[in-house]
């Protein structure tokens, strides 16, 4: 199920932001017990480095991940999301 999930949120992430890099962690098991994690939501952190980043703020960075994600976040597959953005012209 998770795996799934990680794939699901990998193809999203893919299509809406043609990455040259994303790294997905589930983070998940950090937060057993937590209200996210009883009610199925899963804990993720994500690195991408993307074009479409270039000249965006930190805030839209983060608009433009969680636009492509928002369905997920919308049916509680995703309770967290730790985001990482970068345009291909910063360091890691």
């Keep these: 199920m998770e795996a799934n999930r990680t794939e699901r ?12 890099v994303l790294e ?4 998940s098991h950090l937060h057993a ?3 996210g994690a009883a009610s199925g ?6 690195k991408i480095v993307s074009d479409r980043f ?9 608009r433009l991940v969680y636009d492509a994600v928002h ?9 967290a ?4 953005a970068l345009a291909p012209s910063e360091p890691a």
């Design 9 to 20: 949120l990998r193809a999203r992430l893919q299509a809406e932001l043609d990455p040259t």
């Design 24 to 27: 997905i962690t589930d983070d």
């Design 33 to 35: 017990g937590h209200a």
């Design 41 to 46: 939501g899963s804990h993720y952190s994500v």
């Design 54 to 62: 270039q000249g965006q703020t930190l805030v839209m960075r983060h």
């Design 71 to 79: 369905e997920m976040i919308n049916k509680a597959e995703i309770h």
């Design 81 to 84: 999301l730790a985001i990482t």
